[in-house]
C-alpha cells in the first residue's frame, strides 16, 4: 500500500510553520503541512509510521519504508486478518492511501529495486537496464555513481570485491582517472554479473545452511546456501553472497 501525498499528511507545528516560511515583498506565506523536500522530511515520516504499527513492526509481518507499507504472510486467512489490522489502523489515525498505486494479494512484488516473493529475492531487471545502457563512465564521480548502484546488489554478485576491485582503486584521490583494459573487463565484468545476478532463495530456519569461506592475502568472501525443494526437486542455491 501506498500513502496519498504522505508529507502532506503532517500537519506542522506553530515552531515548524515559522521555520519553512517563505518571505516576499509583500509578506510571507506559511506551509501548513510538512512539505516535500524537506532534509529531515523522510526521518520523521519514517518515525511517525512506526509508531503507528508497533505492535505490527514487533511482529514481524510489516515492512515500512516511508510512504510504502508492505505486508506479508504464508496463508490467505493470516493475511485478510492483516490487512484488516493495518487498514483499522489507517482509519483510526486517518491516513488516506492511493488505491491506484496498492497492489493487493500478490504472490511476488517489486520493492526498493528487488523483486521479492516468498521464495527468493531478485534484483529488478528494469532498474538494472537503465544503469547498464549507460555509456562508460568518463570521470571518477560517474564511476563512483556506478560502484553504488552496483554495491546496492553485491549481496547477489559472487566475488563483488573481486570483480571490482581495481574500479574502487580507479577512484581513490590520488590515482589518474584512466579506464585501462584491465579496468574495462573489470566493468564490463560487473555489468555482466548484474545482468545475469541469480535469485536468492529466502532462508528456511527450519533447514541447515552451508557456508562457504575463501581468503587470500587480499581479501576474503563468503557464500550462504541452503538445500530447498525447488520445482519439486531438491536443489542447493545461494542466499547470498558476502
Known amino acids: 500500500m501506498d500513502a496519498l501525498k504522505g508529507f502532506h499528511q503532517n500537519i506542522l507545528t506553530d515552531n515548524a510553520k515559522k521555520l519553512l516560511r517563505i518571505i516576499v515583498h509583500c509578506g510571507f506565506f506559511e506551509y501548513l503541512r510538512m512539505p516535500f523536500g524537506i532534509k529531515n522530511a523522510p526521518s520523521h515520516y519514517q518515525r511517525m509510521m512506526n509508531t503507528i504499527f508497533p505492535e505490527e513492526l514487533s511482529e514481524g509481518w510489516l515492512i515500512i519504508y516511508i510512504d510504502d507499507i508492505i505486508i506479508f504472510s504464508e496463508t490467505w486467512d493470516s493475511h485478510l486478518s492483516r490487512l484488516e489490522r493495518v487498514l483499522q489502523e489507517i482509519v483510526q489515525v486517518n491516513m488516506k492511501i492511493s488505491l491506484k498505486k496498492c497492489h493487493f494479494a500478490y504472490s511476488e512484488l517489486k520493492a526498493l ?80 554479473s548484474l545482468k545475469n545476478a541469480p535469485f536468492l532463495l529466502m532462508p528456511n530456519w527450519n533447514l541447515p545452511f552451508k557456508l562457504y569461506i575463501d581468503a587470500c592475502g587480499e581479501g576474503l568472501g563468503a557464500a550462504l546456501h541452503q538445500t530447498q525443494i525447488i520445482n519439486d526437486k531438491p536443489g542447493e542455491r545461494p542466499i547470498c553472497f558476502i
Open 113 to 192: 529495486g528487488h523483486v521479492v516473493s516468498g521464495l527468493s529475492l531478485g534484483i529488478d531487471k528494469n532498474k538494472v537496464a537503465a544503469v547498464l545502457l549507460k555509456p562508460m563512465p568518463q570521470a571518477k564521480k560517474e564511476m563512483q555513481s556506478f560502484l553504488g548502484f552496483a554495491g546496492y546488489y553485491r549481496q547477489h554478485i559472487k566475488d563483488f570485491a573481486r570483480i571490482a576491485k581495481s574500479l574502487y582503486k580507479l577512484c581513490d584521490q590520488q590515482t589518474v582517472y584512466e579506464m585501462t583494459e584491465e579496468r574495462v573487463t573489470e566493468y564490463e565484468g560487473l555489468k555482466n
